[in-house]
């Protein structure tokens, strides 16, 4: 079966040598950081730490140096995300423009709109959000309503986009919305574009906070009611929205925070028990060690992979699948090795508030970038039963 | 598959493993036409070095071959000649041709052996000897005086005390020992831990591969088979039971993947028991998918499906079972610390 070929990971002494330089660095930068604050990982925002990374050559690490890339292999890369994901550190701030919003930029963008953003996202210095889902339009996003329509000097937006984390920190929003017909194609009449998120406050767009149900800010509601876009802001072509946003989802769906998303809790949970813990607890924590041990195999074959320039979007989302089981199974393993309440209440004990903070996040795991429905949707389809 | 050597596989088992060589198996009848062609193809000393005798094979396409055997559910003590070539070769003995295994497989089994006048007197008693009754000799880790010793033990020189089998109905022999062997006994270079961590690895290779056949055997039947007018694959809730069959595939191949690098350098205990264990939990969740998936059809002696679901369920408790090794994952992990948890995890 065609789908179930993963390439055997490539070995890279280079890579190697760059996690020894990465663990220096974080050496460095990461002592003052409590496990709560580790647990945040990838939510955590903090731009003078991007800055840092970027300064490394550490963000955008495989694009073109022209556009302020630094032209290494998706291997180095990958060593930069897993170091940094399992060490906790806050790299929220440029993580999707790194990860997916740059990519695009750099494959569908024009070479002004390449020359003037890709730079200062491989700098740390520019943030991005994602405008994809709507209120009538979560995994089924071919029924985005949200429209721009052609005006004089550009395109006119109205419409409303939902659960967009980071907007109200983001510097730009990929919007996806309806440029043409839909009669017939669900996929059709789609286009993406770069919204300036600064410009566009007070002319049309509108970001509110929602809370999550731990009470913090990540997602918003925005609201785009007559927003004057640009001519220029059209990101690739007029009615490729659908492709375009489709590739980009794989590769928001291959990369190692879609299983260490609680490795903090792993790490906090080796801690308490010790070396002397009992037999059930070795085996328990052995056993999501084991589970991950495998998905950081399949999860380097797929970046071994895309570096082959090969398109393996099935893989991917079979690894998002059983990355997020894992996720989640970390929460439910560990509170039964250990006497811990959860607690995020300044003063609790570490492992109280780290459990408290993926208890509480953990749901999202199998619903961002991709539902588990959706994904095992995808990978029926590529079994051939769909 | 695009690689020759995997294709020809391919062909020989197609040709020489069908249902009815595999049914035969179970009454008894030893697959002769089958090993001969294996030997013919050099397959059975694919994971031999050249100096012993091998066929300048890498491990990866020894264990590539292992798993092409599982999918047919080919039976025959490919996994054991291998196994037991190996431990010979890495002990420097003779290679004998034909059929061999290893014992023994059981933690509590113990054989020792003892300096005797005119060589070596070997005594014990060894349970759950894979293919021991079809074995033209056993390679034994033996107690010795000096160690674990390895040597060369022939059907003449102990006793098939009781013909055993596993849920496949593959050869599960109880063996006992007390003999006066000739001079081939030598040093090994390993204690029992790592003869079952090679074993582990193995049969981590064959759980990827029985499973993968479990899962096309699964996609192809919820293709045709037809219910409330339609195909049950295009049925939802057969669809994700499917995909999740897919994913534990993937990941008994990334653990089979993780038990070969194991096998080509160092055994590492940590990596060989991560990959048993991940693989048997694999097993155990994938198998019981894809009888759902089959109804009563899959549950009879008649459909195929079991030539792969008793041998996931036989495979994840030999040579230590989930449990076992998750365990030896976990002792390994909490001796790191939380600070050496990451550097233990990416160590090449």
Redesign the interface.
Same mark, same amino acid.
């Given at each position: 079966?065609q789908?179930?070929t993963?390439a055997?990971p490539p070995?890279d002494a280079g890579a190697?040598a760059l996690?020894g330089e990465v663990r220096r660095f974080l050496a460095d930068e990461m002592p003052g950081r409590t496990p709560l604050q580790r647990a945040a990982s990838w939510s955590g925002s903090d731009p003078a730490f991007s800055r840092k990374m970027g300064e490394r050559g550490w963000i955008g690490m495989t694009w073109p140096k022209r556009y302020g890339g630094h032209e290494r292999s998706a291997l180095d890369r990958y060593v930069v995300l897993?170091e940094m994901l399992?060490?906790g550190a806050p790299v929220g701030h440029h993580w999707i423009a790194d990860r997916q919003s740059g990519p695009s930029i750099l494959r569908h963008g024009t070479e002004a709109q390449r020359q003037q953003i890709l730079p200062r996202i491989a700098a740390g210095a520019c943030s991005f959000c994602i405008g994809m889902s709507e209120p009538d339009s979560g995994s089924d996003l071919a029924a985005a309503r949200t429209r721009a329509q052609r005006v004089q000097r550009g395109w006119l937006a109205n419409g409303t986009k939902l659960w967009t984390s980071g907007a109200h920190q983001a510097d730009y929003m990929i919007l996806f919305c309806r440029t043409g017909a839909t009669e017939g194609d669900r996929h059709g009449g789609a286009s993406q574009f770069l919204v300036d998120i600064e410009q566009a406050r007070g002319s049309g767009l509108t970001v509110r906070p929602i809370l999550d149900m731990r009470g913090a800010h990540h997602f918003n509601e925005v609201v785009i009611e007559d927003l004057l876009l640009p001519e220029d802001a059209l990101l690739g072509r007029e009615g490729d929205g659908w492709a375009q946003v489709t590739a980009e989802l794989a590769f928001e769906r291959s990369s190692p925070d879609r299983f260490l998303s609680a490795?903090a809790l792993?790490?906090?949970a080796?801690?308490a028990?010790?070396?002397a813990?009992p037999?059930r607890?070795?085996?328990?924590?052995? =056993?999501l060690? *084991?589970?991950?041990?495998?998905?950081? =195999? #399949?999860s380097r *074959?797929v970046a071994g992979m895309l570096q082959a320039g090969k398109d393996p979007a099935l893989?991917a989302a079979?690894v998002k699948? #059983?990355g997020n089981?894992l996720e989640q199974d970390t929460v439910e393993t560990v509170r039964l090795l250990v006497d811990a309440e959860p607690s995020e209440e300044d003063g609790s004990p570490p492992l109280a508030a780290v459990l408290a903070h993926l208890v509480l996040t953990a749901p999202s795991f199998s619903l961002r970038g991709g539902t588990r429905?959706i994904?095992?949707?995808i990978?029926?389809r590529?079994?051939?039963?769909? | 598959m695009s690689d020759p050597l995997a294709d020809s596989a391919e062909r020989l088992f197609a040709a020489y493993a069908g249902k009815a060589v595999v049914r035969a198996a179970e009454h008894g009848v030893f697959p002769q036409s089958l090993w001969d062609a294996l030997i013919r193809a050099g397959f059975t000393a694919a994971l031999l070095p050249e100096h012993a005798g091998g066929v300048g094979a890498t491990v990866a396409e020894a264990m590539a071959l292992l798993r092409i055997a599982a999918a047919h559910a080919a039976p025959i003590p490919l996994a054991e000649t291998m196994l037991a070539g190996w431990l010979l070769a890495e002990a420097g003995l003779p290679v004998p041709e034909g059929a061999l295994t290893v014992a023994p497989v059981r933690l509590r089994d113990v054989l020792t052996l003892r300096r005797a006048e005119d060589g070596w007197h070997l005594t014990g008693t060894a349970s759950r000897v894979p293919w021991a009754r079809d074995a033209a000799a056993i390679a034994v880790l033996a107690e010795g005086p000096d160690g674990p010793t390895v040597a060369l033990l022939h059907p003449d020189s102990f006793t098939l005390a009781r013909r055993d089998r596993n849920l496949a109905g593959e050869p599960r022999d109880t063996i006992t020992v007390d003999t006066v062997l000739a001079a081939d006994a030598a040093a090994a270079p390993f204690g029992p831990a790592q003869l079952r961590a090679a074993g582990a690895a193995v049969r981590t290779v064959q759980i990827a591969g029985a499973l993968s056949r479990a899962l096309s055997l699964s996609v192809q039947y919820a293709q045709i088979r037809v219910q409330f007018g339609r195909p049950i694959g295009k049925f939802q809730a057969i669809q994700h039971s499917l995909a999740v069959m897919a994913g534990q595939a993937a990941a008994a191949l990334a653990a089979a993947d993780m038990a070969t690098d194991a096998l080509a350098g160092g055994l590492d205990l940590l990596r060989v028991g991560a990959a048993k264990a991940r693989a048997g939990e694999a097993a155990s969740i994938a198998a019981g998918l894809a009888h759902q998936a089959h109804g009563a059809i899959g549950f009879t002696q008649e459909y195929e499906l079991h030539f792969a679901t008793r041998r996931l369920w036989s495979w994840r408790d030999e040579f230590g079972n989930e449990a076992e090794w998750n365990g030896v994952v976990g002792r390994a992990v909490l001796a790191a610390g939380p600070d050496g948890l990451w550097p233990l995890l990416t160590a090449a």
């Amino acid at each position: 079966m065609q789908m179930l070929t993963f390439a055997t990971p490539p070995v890279d002494a280079g890579a190697e040598a760059l996690r020894g330089e990465v663990r220096r660095f974080l050496a460095d930068e990461m002592p003052g950081r409590t496990p709560l604050q580790r647990a945040a990982s990838w939510s955590g925002s903090d731009p003078a730490f991007s800055r840092k990374m970027g300064e490394r050559g550490w963000i955008g690490m495989t694009w073109p140096k022209r556009y302020g890339g630094h032209e290494r292999s998706a291997l180095d890369r990958y060593v930069v995300l897993e170091e940094m994901l399992a060490a906790g550190a806050p790299v929220g701030h440029h993580w999707i423009a790194d990860r997916q919003s740059g990519p695009s930029i750099l494959r569908h963008g024009t070479e002004a709109q390449r020359q003037q953003i890709l730079p200062r996202i491989a700098a740390g210095a520019c943030s991005f959000c994602i405008g994809m889902s709507e209120p009538d339009s979560g995994s089924d996003l071919a029924a985005a309503r949200t429209r721009a329509q052609r005006v004089q000097r550009g395109w006119l937006a109205n419409g409303t986009k939902l659960w967009t984390s980071g907007a109200h920190q983001a510097d730009y929003m990929i919007l996806f919305c309806r440029t043409g017909a839909t009669e017939g194609d669900r996929h059709g009449g789609a286009s993406q574009f770069l919204v300036d998120i600064e410009q566009a406050r007070g002319s049309g767009l509108t970001v509110r906070p929602i809370l999550d149900m731990r009470g913090a800010h990540h997602f918003n509601e925005v609201v785009i009611e007559d927003l004057l876009l640009p001519e220029d802001a059209l990101l690739g072509r007029e009615g490729d929205g659908w492709a375009q946003v489709t590739a980009e989802l794989a590769f928001e769906r291959s990369s190692p925070d879609r299983f260490l998303s609680a490795f903090a809790l792993l790490t906090e949970a080796v801690r308490a028990l010790g070396p002397a813990a009992p037999e059930r607890a070795a085996v328990a924590v052995g =056993r999501l060690v *084991s589970h991950t041990l495998a998905l950081r =195999r #399949l999860s380097r *074959s797929v970046a071994g992979m895309l570096q082959a320039g090969k398109d393996p979007a099935l893989q991917a989302a079979l690894v998002k699948d #059983l990355g997020n089981t894992l996720e989640q199974d970390t929460v439910e393993t560990v509170r039964l090795l250990v006497d811990a309440e959860p607690s995020e209440e300044d003063g609790s004990p570490p492992l109280a508030a780290v459990l408290a903070h993926l208890v509480l996040t953990a749901p999202s795991f199998s619903l961002r970038g991709g539902t588990r429905e959706i994904l095992r949707g995808i990978i029926a389809r590529g079994l051939g039963l769909r | 598959m695009s690689d020759p050597l995997a294709d020809s596989a391919e062909r020989l088992f197609a040709a020489y493993a069908g249902k009815a060589v595999v049914r035969a198996a179970e009454h008894g009848v030893f697959p002769q036409s089958l090993w001969d062609a294996l030997i013919r193809a050099g397959f059975t000393a694919a994971l031999l070095p050249e100096h012993a005798g091998g066929v300048g094979a890498t491990v990866a396409e020894a264990m590539a071959l292992l798993r092409i055997a599982a999918a047919h559910a080919a039976p025959i003590p490919l996994a054991e000649t291998m196994l037991a070539g190996w431990l010979l070769a890495e002990a420097g003995l003779p290679v004998p041709e034909g059929a061999l295994t290893v014992a023994p497989v059981r933690l509590r089994d113990v054989l020792t052996l003892r300096r005797a006048e005119d060589g070596w007197h070997l005594t014990g008693t060894a349970s759950r000897v894979p293919w021991a009754r079809d074995a033209a000799a056993i390679a034994v880790l033996a107690e010795g005086p000096d160690g674990p010793t390895v040597a060369l033990l022939h059907p003449d020189s102990f006793t098939l005390a009781r013909r055993d089998r596993n849920l496949a109905g593959e050869p599960r022999d109880t063996i006992t020992v007390d003999t006066v062997l000739a001079a081939d006994a030598a040093a090994a270079p390993f204690g029992p831990a790592q003869l079952r961590a090679a074993g582990a690895a193995v049969r981590t290779v064959q759980i990827a591969g029985a499973l993968s056949r479990a899962l096309s055997l699964s996609v192809q039947y919820a293709q045709i088979r037809v219910q409330f007018g339609r195909p049950i694959g295009k049925f939802q809730a057969i669809q994700h039971s499917l995909a999740v069959m897919a994913g534990q595939a993937a990941a008994a191949l990334a653990a089979a993947d993780m038990a070969t690098d194991a096998l080509a350098g160092g055994l590492d205990l940590l990596r060989v028991g991560a990959a048993k264990a991940r693989a048997g939990e694999a097993a155990s969740i994938a198998a019981g998918l894809a009888h759902q998936a089959h109804g009563a059809i899959g549950f009879t002696q008649e459909y195929e499906l079991h030539f792969a679901t008793r041998r996931l369920w036989s495979w994840r408790d030999e040579f230590g079972n989930e449990a076992e090794w998750n365990g030896v994952v976990g002792r390994a992990v909490l001796a790191a610390g939380p600070d050496g948890l990451w550097p233990l995890l990416t160590a090449a």
